[in-house]
């Protein structure tokens, strides 16, 4: 258990609609990070926020976005979904506010099927 | 831009036998390594880890994996697997501590007995 977690386990939706992806860091990380893996494009790195603020943005495509919270958990909204968006979403977190913690631990992710 | 070769798509072993998976990266200086290991319908788990310092690093599980400058690699060794090593492995690099991770296309690990 890298004591990352995200909700929900499998989502199954329509085209056209909208869905929430949660995550919650480990206790103490800061980063959060979003990576999208498919079996076209692989593992895709989409956005990172640190401590509430938008740090980097990797392949995000604009019909998705993201968010953390003061509490530090963080949502990734994907909103008029195609079919092609159907991949499993995964979550890290890394110890961007102490020592020298630099490793990312991965959620178990989420599922999305887009039907 | 930063990039990952994993070479072997799908590589069989015999159980008991020495495993070597390859990783090469393209990069200026040298980044933050990592390899991670994904079974079936997992996530992700990180085996090991190289920031600086020794070039041979030992992870979790049994594994260890060599930096080599000179080759830009940063090999994935395990001297005798077991059936609960198949999975896919893949190597990540970053330019940085805290930063994304750019990952290879992953090497799928078959085990036979």
């Known amino acids: 258990d890298s004591g990352v977690t995200q909700t929900p386990k499998h989502l199954i939706t329509a085209t056209g609609q909208r869905v929430t992806l949660r995550c919650s860091p480990r206790?103490?990380?800061?980063?959060v990070y979003w990576y999208q893996q498919s079996l076209d494009q692989g593992l895709q790195f989409l956005i990172q926020?640190?401590?509430?603020?938008?740090?980097a943005k990797g392949n995000i495509l604009e019909r998705f976005s993201a968010q953390q919270f003061p509490d530090l958990h963080s949502e990734l909204n994907l909103s008029s979904l195609e079919l092609g968006d159907s991949a499993l979403y995964f979550c890290a977190s890394s110890g961007g506010g102490r020592g020298f913690s630099y490793e990312q631990y991965f959620g178990p992710g989420t599922r999305l099927t887009v039907t | 831009a930063q990039s990952v070769t994993q070479p072997d798509i799908h590589i069989t072993v015999s159980e008991g036998a020495s495993l070597e998976l390859r990783c090469n990266y393209s990069y200026g200086a040298t980044p933050y390594l990592f390899w991670y290991v994904q079974s079936p319908g997992q996530g992700l788990q990180l085996l090991l880890k190289y920031f600086s310092g020794d070039t041979l690093v030992q992870g979790i599980k049994g594994f260890e994996a060599e930096f080599k400058r000179s080759q830009s690699s940063f090999n994935l060794r395990k001297p005798s697997v077991h059936w609960s090593d198949a999975a896919e492995y893949f190597c990540?690099?970053?330019?940085?501590?805290?930063?994304?991770?750019?990952f290879g296309t992953g090497t799928r690990l078959t085990i036979i007995p």
């Open positions: 206790s103490g990380d800061l980063s």
């Open positions: 926020y640190y401590n509430g603020e938008e740090r």
């Open positions: 990540a690099v970053s330019p940085f501590g805290n930063e994304k991770l750019t």
